[in-house]
């Protein structure tokens, strides 16, 4: 079973950027496939981006298109999503998550992943 922990949230201003690292413990990456999540205040748990075991094969959900990117570096058991052109929309608890069936096609539904790390707090002001 892989633990997951996130880190690199913090408020930011409207325009700015992050960088969420998620670090695994207890097996490596490289088993998973890994996704990035979010959920904003009374809202639910959206899909925000995945990428496959080889890094080959990434997805994003159509609102950060353009603006987030999905990385992963095995070596190193961390999984990225570097945030730039922050929105207040943005604003939520990220998540990242592992899916174990290392598909070749990445998978966006939050019942897909079996291991979730506990957040990080993503404030963006206006």
């Known amino acids: 079973q892989v633990q997951l922990v996130e880190s690199g949230g913090g408020l930011v201003q409207a325009g700015g950027s992050l960088r969420l690292s998620c670090a695994a413990s207890g097996r490596t990456l490289s088993n998973y496939n890994m996704g990035w999540f979010r959920q904003a205040p009374g809202k639910e748990r959206e899909f925000v981006a995945a990428?496959?075991?080889?890094?080959?094969?990434?997805h994003y959900a159509d609102s950060v298109k353009g603006r987030f990117t999905i990385s992963r570096d095995n070596a190193k058991n961390t999984v990225y999503l570097q945030m730039n052109s922050l929105k207040p929309e943005d604003t939520a608890v990220y998540y990242c998550?592992?899916?174990?069936?290392?598909?070749?096609?990445?998978?966006?539904?939050?019942?897909?992943?079996?291991?979730w790390g506990q957040g990080t707090q993503v404030p963006v002001s206006s």
């Open positions: 998550a592992a899916d174990p069936r290392r598909l070749t096609i990445v998978r966006v539904t939050t019942t897909a992943y079996s291991y």
């Open positions: 990428i496959s075991v080889s890094g080959g094969s990434t």
